[in-house]
C-alpha cells in the first residue's frame, strides 16, 4: 500500500541519500542521473512511447537512486527496468525484448561501440532479461 508520508522525500532524506553517505561525490551523482533519465527519454522516443510513459520512466530512476546506493545497483540495469516497468504502468506496454534490444542499441551508440544486433538466443540476452525480471 502507498502511502503520503513515504511518498515525498524530506529535505533531509534528500541531502543525506545514501550514495552521498557513500562517498559519492555530489557532481558524479548529478552526472549519473542526468545520464540516467537522458538514456531513458532517448530510448523511449525509439520505442515510440508516449511522453507520460519516459516521464514515469525517468521518476522511477530517481525515486529508486533516493533509496538505493548508486555502487550496488547497475545504472543500466535499473534503466531497463525503469523502461519497461513505466510501459507497463501507463499501459502502452512493449515486450521485454524491445526494450532490452534498443537499450542495448543505445549503450552501444553511446560507447561508440559498433551497433551489434543483440540476438535472443545470446548469452548477454539472457542475463539481461534475467537482470529484468
Not at 66 to 83: A, E, G, Q
Amino acid at each position: 500500500m502507498i502511502y503520503f508520508s513515504s511518498f515525498y522525500l524530506s529535505e533531509d532524506q534528500l541531502i543525506n541519500s545514501p550514495s552521498r553517505k557513500d562517498g559519492i561525490g555530489e557532481v558524479t551523482k548529478i552526472n549519473l542521473r542526468i545520464d540516467g533519465c537522458d538514456l531513458i527519454h532517448e530510448s523511449g522516443i525509439f520505442l515510440r512511447l508516449p511522453q507520460a510513459v519516459i516521464a514515469t520512466g525517468q521518476v522511477l530512476f530517481h525515486r529508486f537512486y533516493c533509496k538505493k546506493l548508486f555502487t550496488h545497483f547497475n545504472v543500466k540495469r535499473v534503466i531497463v527496468s525503469c523502461v519497461w516497468l513505466a510501459s507497463k504502468l501507463e499501459e502502452c506496454s512493449r515486450k521485454e525484448r524491445q526494450v532490452l534490444i534498443v537499450i542495448h542499441k543505445m549503450e552501444c551508440r553511446r560507447e561508440n561501440l559498433p551497433i551489434e544486433h543483440l540476438d535472443t538466443s545470446s548469452k548477454k540476452y539472457i542475463d539481461l532479461k534475467a537482470d529484468l525480471i
